[in-house]
């Protein structure tokens, strides 16, 4: 097996947006279709919600652990988000693929793309938004993951977050009850970025 330091190459694509505009069901849609690429799973201290997987959905951490990682320097970016709960992204999950020589997406919020970004220029951003950000009321209680104060806090932070857009590569609009164009937008910009005379290889 490679040493965890080799470097391993490939696209990477961040799909980021407002909490609940809709990243993680995107992703789960380009497994259930057997899209070729790689989901790189973000590790987090927030208890796990009814259907979540350990190592599928997130790695679920407690505080110790997620000390040691980070201690450790093993995330390429990590945040509080929300004032709420922990969020890293493993370098190991990101190089597991990469070797693989397959590409990667990763689904940061919208404060952890901009490390990306910053860490990795030749990463292709990608922001998920909504029609509007009254749009998101809804989606988030239909969640019913939080309560009416981590709503609140949420709404707030995407109030911000939608006015970020021009940081991006590209833009897709999630529109209620059309997930199938979402999707296949998000499989166009794939291949796009896939059929480049010089790609934006990234380096790990």
């Not at 997987?53 to 995330?75: M, P, S």
Request: one cysteine or more; glycine letters at 6%.
């Amino acid at each position: 097996m490679p040493d965890n330091d080799t470097p391993a190459s490939g696209l990477v694509f961040v799909l980021s947006g407002p909490s609940g505009v809709g990243k993680s069901t995107l992703i789960e849609r380009l497994k259930a279709d057997q899209f070729p690429i790689t989901h790189c799973v973000t590790a987090t201290t927030r208890p796990r919600r009814q259907g979540e997987v350990e190592g599928v959905h997130y790695y679920f951490l407690d505080e110790t652990k997620y000390d040691h990682l980070l201690a450790t320097a093993q995330f390429l970016e990590h945040a509080v988000v929300h004032n709420l709960y922990r969020y890293g992204i493993p370098l190991h999950s990101i190089r597991d693929g990469l070797r693989r020589g397959q590409d990667v997406i990763l689904a940061p919020d919208v404060q952890g793309a901009s490390t990306v970004r910053w860490k990795l220029p030749n990463a292709i951003t990608i922001f998920l938004r909504p029609p509007s950000l009254e749009e998101l009321v809804p989606r988030l209680a239909a969640r019913g993951t939080e309560n009416d104060e981590e709503r609140r806090i949420r709404l707030a932070t995407a109030e911000r977050e939608m006015q970020r857009v021009s940081e991006y590569d590209y833009v897709i609009v999630n529109q209620r009850d059309r997930l199938d164009q979402a999707v296949a937008d998000l499989k166009a910009i794939i291949a796009a970025e896939r059929l480049r005379v010089c790609p934006r290889t990234v380096t790990l």
